[in-house]
């Protein structure tokens, strides 16, 4: 899961695509970086958070009216800060000059290795999309029909999730195309404003840099936008498309639309179901800040119990998509403070988007219940989490979800309530988070394998079966 953007139009794009940068900051906090072109590449990229990246004046203001950005969540490759500064994206080549950058997970590069003489510089999965694009581009004029010709290849050979968004350039003609993968998985609109175009990850965007939205770009499609705002898309491959479940339960902000859908309104709506399928006495309603606060919402709504702030955050880094457990320890114990005056002698609800591993819910009950709660029940907008994901999320081990034993058998909600201290707990049901999304969505990791796309399947059994001792079984 990472943040992407890219723009194209008759003005310098470096300033708006560093504001789009923190607009999806949220997205990837492992590095950032941003790729400006005008016959000469520039380009910055670091481990790290979005400020810390672009910490001087020179780094933000580079010329050219094309060019990417990306904040990355690691997927591959590993997690030391050597490493993450290895893998930061923008990536690039220069023969021929082509720069991409990525959000998804391409699961098959043992494969895609062997069809291509070029090698990988990073360990990355966008390599497996950057090598086989450069081949089918390589001494050949670039023009619209060869980047449709040579997406065709590469999406013939790429299996897994992705959006991708390539820079190219062929004498003075710089062409901004993407490519989706046929069920997109990750999301990716396309904005306007005054002549420019910006293809990223979530609308949210458009408000930070004035932009209009446009439309959600389709699976299995590439659009290509050239200097003068002429756009050609064409979509390759058309299947029943399966947006990841987890961009409406964490990782789109609230504020974003995927697909026509209000990402606010899907986890209010949650939040109501949530309550009806799971009622509780209490006397409180408690977001977990900020994940679990439109869930509360709805809860809070449809149950009539009332709303409270009992848990206050201090900082902005998101604990899950942290690389390491050390790290996501220290955010959750540095990055909350629990407000006696509203918890003491409360029976609280405490509702959350989601539980992983565990880290967050375990310390919430305790610091709940130090903070004088009477009993904590929690409700979760997001059923049981079970199994790897291998399209772009970085949950790696079946052994690491708290809703399966050290056997890998899965636990029942009881189980888990006494497992975290809680004296209840519930999640919403299969059937629930689907009709508050509205529509069929890719949820390999709560329903394995059936909720992966069918021709995914078998490929997901096989890397569940492969799994090693702390990497990741596609690696």
């Known amino acids: 899961m990472c943040g992407i953007v890219g723009i194209i139009g008759g003005k310098p ?14 997205r990837g906090q492992s590095s950032a970086g941003k790729l400006t072109y005008d016959g000469n590449i520039h380009v910055t990229k670091d481990a790290g958070l979005v400020r810390d990246v672009f910490d001087e004046e020179k780094k933000i203001d580079t010329p050219g009216n094309v060019g990417i950005g990306h904040t990355r969540y690691s997927t591959a490759g590993l997690d030391d800060v050597d490493s993450l500064k290895k893998n930061a994206q923008p990536e690039y080549l220069v023969n021929p000059f082509l720069s991409v950058v990525h959000n998804g997970n391409v699961y098959n590069s043992s494969e895609i290795s062997k069809m291509t003489k070029r090698k990988p510089r990073t360990d990355c999965d966008v390599q497996w999309l950057l090598l086989p694009m450069a081949d089918n ?28 968004l390539f820079l190219a350039d062929s004498g003075d003609n710089p062409f901004l195309f993407a490519m989706t993968d046929p069920y997109k998985i990750r999301p990716l609109v396309l904005g306007k404003h005054d002549g420019m175009y910006c293809l990223t990850s979530e609308t949210r965007v458009f408000k930070k840099i004035n932009f209009e939205y446009v439309k959600d770009i389709p ?34 902000k609230p504020d974003s639309r995927i697909n026509g859908r209000s990402v606010h309104n899907v986890r209010v709506e949650i939040g109501q179901l949530l309550a009806k399928e799971n009622p509780v006495k209490a006397d409180i309603v408690v977001p977990v800040p900020e994940s679990g606060r439109r869930y509360a919402t709805g809860f809070s709504r449809e149950s009539g119990i009332p709303l409270e702030e009992g848990l206050m955050k201090d900082k902005d880094e998101r604990s899950f998509i942290c690389q390491t457990q050390e790290n996501r320890d220290k955010v959750v114990k540095e990055g909350l403070s629990f407000l006696r005056s509203v918890l003491d002698g409360k029976r609280v609800v405490l509702v959350d988007d989601s539980i992983v591993r565990g880290t967050n819910i375990r310390k919430l009950v305790r610091g709940v219940k130090e903070a004088g709660a009477r009993e904590v029940h929690i409700r979760i907008g997001c059923p049981p989490l079970i199994a790897p994901c291998y399209l772009g999320i970085d949950m790696r081990s079946r052994k690491e979800f708290l809703a399966c034993d050290n056997d890998g058998e899965i636990r029942t909600f009881d189980e888990i309530a006494k497992e975290v201290g809680a004296d209840s707990l519930a999640y919403i049901s299969m059937d629930g988070l689907r009709s508050a999304i509205g529509f069929d969505t890719c949820r390999g990791c709560i329903d394995f394998p059936d909720g992966y796309p069918p021709e995914i399947r078998k490929d997901a059994l096989n890397l569940f079966k492969k799994e090693g001792k702390g990497i990741r079984a596609y690696e």
Do not use: W
């Open 13 to 26: 794009v470096s300033r708006l695509i560093y504001h789009s940068l923190f607009a999806i900051q949220h």
């Open 137 to 164: 581009l390589f001494k050949k004029e670039l023009n619209v029909d060869t980047i449709f010709e040579a997406c065709k290849d590469v999406m013939s050979k790429a299996k897994g999730s992705y959006s991708a």
């Open 219 to 252: 699976g299995g499609s590439v659009i290509i936008i050239d200097k003068d705002g002429n756009i050609y898309e064409k979509q390759l491959i058309k299947k029943h498309e399966k947006p990841c479940m987890f961009e409406y339960v964490y990782f789109a």
